[in-house]
């Protein structure tokens, strides 16, 4: 118990020393090149040249976490979800690999172009949305929760096949209204403190708040494992924690508006790597 609490505050005094080195090249198991920082996409061109993951942001310490999967917190969850592919679920007797084989070749590049448009359904469809249509209507088993522990590994597990490649959302042809839906949300200011989450990730990024120091709000990392409540964390689980800082009324997880936004703020981060599943403070 001695040695537990003690390394804890260790660790918090080494998180709040050492700061963040923006210049830092992520390299993962000493041979897998991840791009944390690059041109801005197009569409962004009026407000930053250069987009930036949030693992630029993060202490010394935290970075070299993702930088061996040993040491990656995260990557046990990848394993557990690697097992959940292979077992068969619900009423069809069918397991994920029942009909998409091993996930390194089915799911490959998948990440990396979502959230994206399904022309069956007529909707953007993020990655969960489509791993719980699998779930419901092909194998007739129960939806994972939205943000759930099992849809956050599952996520990492098939992020991981994406693991290096470029982010590359599509925000034209149908997916363009939902786009545009998502861009006014980000721009939107709510709440007591009348913020928008450009007045901190646009307009703010580099800066300190509070004890933090203050990313592009990038999600080429989600899940992302954070250290502060020790488990892997979906995108709509962190959207929902940046409104509540505003103090607004936060959308729901899975809903339209937090569907819109994701894809808006993926679209941010075309051209940086898919990199989770990611570790942060
Ligand atoms: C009975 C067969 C079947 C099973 C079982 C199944 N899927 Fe699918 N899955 C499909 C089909 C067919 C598509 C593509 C067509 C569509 O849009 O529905 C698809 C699409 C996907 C995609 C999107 C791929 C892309 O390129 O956009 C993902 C991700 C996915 N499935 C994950 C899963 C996961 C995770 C499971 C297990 C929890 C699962 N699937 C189980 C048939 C299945
Ligand atoms: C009051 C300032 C503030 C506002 C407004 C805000 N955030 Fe954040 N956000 C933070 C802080 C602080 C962090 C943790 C440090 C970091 O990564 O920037 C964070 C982290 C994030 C991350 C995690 C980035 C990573 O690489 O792990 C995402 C994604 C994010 N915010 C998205 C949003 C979105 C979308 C909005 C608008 C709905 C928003 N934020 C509004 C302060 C804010």
Redesign the pocket.
């Known amino acids: 118990m001695k040695i537990k609490a003690l390394t804890a505050i260790a660790a918090i005094m080494f998180a709040g020393s050492v700061y963040a080195d923006e210049n830092a090249e992520l390299v993962v198991n000493g041979d897998l090149e991840i791009v944390t920082k690059t041109a801005a996409p197009a569409h962004l061109s009026d407000v930053m040249d250069e987009v930036m993951s949030g693992w630029r942001f993060r202490s010394e310490g935290t970075q070299a976490m993702q930088m061996d999967d040993f040491d990656n917190p995260g990557m046990i969850f990848v394993d557990q979800a690697m097992d ?2 292979n077992t068969a ?1 619900g009423s ?1 007797g ?3 690999a ?3 084989g091993d996930a390194e070749d ?2 490959a ?2 990440r990396a ?2 959230p ?1 448009w ?1 022309e ?2 007529g909707e953007v469809r993020t ?1 969960a949305m ?2 719980n ?3 419901e ?3 007739g ?1 129960e939806k994972y929760g939205y943000t759930s522990d099992q849809m956050a590994a ?1 996520e990492a597990m ?1 992020s991981v096949q994406s693991r290096g490649l470029p982010v590359n959302v599509a925000i034209d042809g149908p997916a363009a209204a939902t786009w545009e839906q998502g861009k006014e949300l980000y721009y939107t200011r709510t709440g007591q403190l009348d913020l928008s989450c450009a007045s901190c990730h646009e307009d703010n990024y580099g800066n300190m708040i509070r004890a933090d120091h203050l990313s592009q709000g990038q999600i080429n990392g989600f899940p992302a494992y954070r250290l502060k409540n020790a488990k892997l964390n979906t995108v709509h689980a962190r959207f929902k924690g940046c409104v509540r800082d505003t103090r607004a009324e936060t959308f729901k997880p899975g809903g339209a508006e937090f569907v819109a936004l994701e894809l808006y703020v993926a679209s941010r981060g075309n051209g940086l790597s898919v990199e989770g599943p990611s570790v942060r403070n």
């Open positions: 959940a592919w679920e069809e069918k397991s994920c029942s009909c998409h089915s799911m590049g998948v172009v979502y994206k399904n069956a359904a990655l489509q791993v249509d699998c779930r209507n092909k194998m088993a599952m098939l």
